[in-house]
Every structure is written in structure tokens, then in C-alpha cells.
């Protein structure tokens, strides 16, 4: 099976882009602990997702979780995030939530014959889920990996980063991070299927294909995601349409 698995589910923002039928995943996972954000996640309808309301760790356990619903909800305490008064002021400061092993989770649902594509997002818990997946084994089952290295913004923990990349660099599996293959799509949406697009994650059967315009022709009926879209087209056409575009009718 082609799977994919969202470590950081948020509101679904990953999820809207990879059930576009281009990428042919057999099964979609999706982990969130928020109970305010899996909420949302539950809205998006697709017989191959299957989403936890729960996050990934190391082991098994209850955490608090810090800001819920925010784009910087960690287990962490001293995000630099919470810096900003934004969070006191819009955000309960934190909820219980469930944690599960990572490993235990591949051991059980993932294997060998798999090909598994991963994003991790998770505020800081992506250095102990690679680490367990390293250490367990388990981290050769996966494919495509997209890491946000978010410990970085956890002050006392910022050195992880080398360390983990150390570790995965031994194991001479690929990885990529967002500035390399995100940025400039003009939104999650659209970082999520660059990076899927650079990374030949599409199918390339015509009725993958058929299936993928009908599904983008759906969406800009129903007014989702146009900005990716209008996006898409802007980069399609000469420069001087473009730039009269910008000067002479946007600003208008």
C-alpha cells in the first residue's frame, strides 16, 4: 500500500492536499491531539483516512498540551511562541491529551511492503518520534519524510536538531525540510503538494490524472483553495500579463 501519515494534523490543512486522487495513497493517517482541532479534521471526508486524536511520542502516555488549537500547540512550555501576548490572550493555555508510541504504531499498522510517506509538524516531538522509530527499527519503513525541525524553538532543547540529522544521515535515508520544498507556494496547501511534487509522489496513469482535475474543478466550484489556484495560473502566463495583473487590476 502507498500510505501517508500526518504527524500535526492542526485543522487539516495537510490532509486537504493530499487526498488529491494525483497522489494515489491507498490509506491516509492522520494524529492530532487537540480535541478542538480534531474536531475539524473529522469534517473532511475520505474513506481513506483514518484519523487518531491522539499525538506521537516515544512512549505512551498524558501530556499537557500548551496553547491547543494554535499553530505552535506543543508539549512544551517554553515554545518562544509564547512570547506573544496573541497566545494569552486568543488560546486556553493547555489540555490533557493522549499520546501513543510511535514504534508500537509502525510495528502494528505499517510494513516492510509498504511505501510510507511521512510529515512531521508536531512542535518539537518530531526529535523524540525519530529517535524511537531509529532506535525501534522501524524508521527504514518509511520512504518520503518532510521533518519541521520545530525543536529549534525550544531553547533548551534547540541541539537536538544536529543530533537527530546526525542520526538519520547514518541510516543514509533521504529527508527534506520545508524551506527546501514549501516555501513559495503561497500557502500549506500548496507547500504540501510542491513538496509531494518535487518528491514524484504523483501517479502517473491518465485516470489518476482525470480523476485530479475533476477533483481541483470541484474545489474551485466550491471556492476552496482558490488563492492556490489563481496562484497556479499567475505562474503559467507571460510576465508582462502578470504584471499587469498586479498593477493595473488588483489594484484597481
Not at 497522489?23 to 481513506?48: A, G, N, T, V
Request: proline share 3%; glycine share 4%.
Amino acid at each position: 500500500m502507498k500510505v501517508f501519515i500526518d504527524v500535526g494534523g492542526h485543522m487539516g490543512q495537510t490532509l486537504e492536499a493530499v487526498i488529491d486522487p494525483i497522489y494515489s495513497f491507498d490509506k491516509i493517517y492522520c494524529f492530532e491531539p487537540s480535541k478542538l482541532c480534531f474536531q475539524k479534521i473529522q469534517e473532511i471526508k475520505d474513506l481513506r483516512i483514518e484519523a487518531f486524536n491522539c499525538g506521537l511520542l516515544d512512549v505512551e502516555k498524558k501530556i499537557f498540551l500548551n496553547y491547543p488549537g494554535s499553530e505552535a500547540a506543543s508539549i512544551f512550555p517554553n515554545h518562544s511562541a509564547y512570547k506573544a501576548t496573541s497566545y494569552t490572550e486568543n488560546f486556553e493555555k493547555r489540555e490533557l491529551c493522549d499520546f501513543i508510541s510511535v514504534s508500537d504504531f509502525f510495528i502494528n499498522n505499517i510494513t516492510m511492503d509498504d511505501y510510507v510517506v511521512m510529515k512531521l509538524n508536531c512542535e518539537g516531538s518530531e526529535c523524540a518520534i525519530i529517535r524511537s522509530l531509529l532506535t525501534s527499527n522501524q524508521y527504514k519503513k518509511i520512504s518520503n519524510v518532510l521533518i519541521d525541525f520545530d525543536i529549534v524553538k525550544i531553547p533548551t532543547l534547540s541541539h537536538l536538531k544536529d543530533e537527530i540529522i546526525d542520526l538519520i544521515n547514518h541510516e543514509k535515508k533521504v529527508y527534506h525540510f520545508p524551506e527546501d520544498v514549501q516555501y513559495g507556494a503561497g500557502s500549506h496547501f500548496g507547500g504540501i503538494k510542491q513538496w509531494l511534487n518535487l518528491t514524484n509522489e504523483r501517479d502517473k496513469k491518465l485516470s489518476s490524472y482525470t480523476k485530479s482535475l475533476c477533483w481541483d474543478f470541484k474545489n474551485i466550484i466550491n471556492k476552496r483553495h482558490l488563492n492556490f489556484y489563481k496562484f497556479q495560473l499567475l505562474k503559467t502566463l507571460p510576465k508582462a500579463i502578470v504584471q499587469m495583473y498586479y498593477n493595473k487590476i488588483k489594484r484597481a
